[in-house]
Every structure is written in structure tokens, then in C-alpha cells.
């Protein structure tokens, strides 16, 4: 009768590591979500304040009521070659419309198209697929676009000349796929 009793002390007792173990996760779950309702109420994971492409949208609205009359020219089909962040290589088709305020930017284009696809080529080289892939990885190549294809433009004019500087004020991605 004696053994009956210590047999049933056992089983009822359990694994104390177990139990451990339970009341860690429990605790562990609890920190995470307390963590992410602290992060989503202050606003740090609102998708709609603080990514770099809605600033970019604030400050394109402001510039879009100073500009006036707009042209748009294209250059199409590039392809590109990357490399992802184990440094396999991957290709890239990119095509892309310039909006500007210049009504001469087609013959503009074709005196500088070769520049300009030289620099962006070298401005997608140097990031990864991953970083393309994102939201913020566009819009931050887009506005390094925009600055060197007006850099280049604007060396091409000649000094007197009435045509605008920094006469590009937005880029259109009109085809952006990596394989």
C-alpha cells in the first residue's frame, strides 16, 4: 500500500521541467505581443508614415504645383545585370519614363542616351536584388536616378543656352523585373 501511494505522488506531481518550460513561452508570447501593440500604437510599424516613398510623395506633391507644363520621354528595355546578397547573379529588365519641363527632351534624350543608361546601369549594379525588391530600395534609386540624370542633362547644355536645368522631375517605372 505504501508503493500505491508514492506511485500516485509521481504522476500527479508531473515534469517540473515542463512545466518551466510552458510558463516560458507563455511569458515569451506575452513580451512579443505587448512589444508589437507598443510598436503599431506609437506608429513605427504604420506602413503609411513612415516609409521613404510616402515622404517622397509629400515632397512631389509640393513640386508637382510649382511645374507647370510637363513632357514625358522613355527609355526602354534595359537589361541589367545583379547580383542578390549571396552574390548569385541575376538579371534585370528595367524601362522607365522621365517626366520634365522641358518641351525639347526627346532630342535632349538622344544626345545624352548613352550617359544616361551608363549611369544606370552603375547606380543598379551597386545594390542588391533584395534591396531593388523593396519599397524604399525604389524610391531611393529613383531619386539618385533623377539627381544624375539631371547632373547629366544639365552638363549638356551649352552656357546661354534657354533650355531649363534640373529639368527632370519625376521618373515612371514602366517595367522593373528581376529573374
Known amino acids: ?62 513640386k508637382k504645383e510649382d511645374i507647370g507644363e510637363t513632357y514625358k520621354a522613355s527609355i526602354d528595355s534595359l537589361v541589367l545585370n545583379i547580383t542578390d546578397a549571396k552574390g548569385r547573379a541575376k538579371l534585370m529588365k528595367l524601362s522607365f519614363t522621365l517626366k520634365t519641363t522641358e518641351p525639347s527632351i526627346e532630342s535632349i534624350l538622344e544626345d545624352t542616351k548613352a550617359e544616361i543608361i551608363d549611369s544606370v546601369i552603375r547606380q543598379v549594379s551597386a545594390r542588391s536584388s533584395e534591396e531593388l525588391l523593396t519599397v524604399g530600395g525604389k524610391a531611393m534609386l529613383k531619386e539618385e536616378m533623377i539627381d544624375e540624370i539631371n547632373n547629366i542633362l544639365n552638363d549638356s547644355i551649352p552656357e546661354g543656352d534657354d533650355r531649363k536645368r534640373n529639368a527632370v522631375v519625376d521618373i515612371f517605372f514602366t517595367s522593373f523585373v528581376i529573374k
Do not use: R, W
Not at 507563455?26 to 505587448?34: E, P, T
Open 1 to 62: 500500500m505504501a508503493e500505491e501511494e508514492v506511485a500516485v505522488e509521481k504522476k500527479s506531481g508531473g515534469n517540473p521541467m515542463m512545466m518551466i518550460l510552458i510558463i516560458l513561452i507563455v511569458v515569451l508570447l506575452v513580451a512579443v505581443g505587448g512589444i508589437g501593440y507598443f510598436l503599431y500604437s506609437k506608429g513605427i510599424l504604420d506602413d503609411k508614415t513612415n516609409t521613404p516613398t510616402a515622404q517622397t510623395e509629400q515632397v512631389n506633391t509640393v
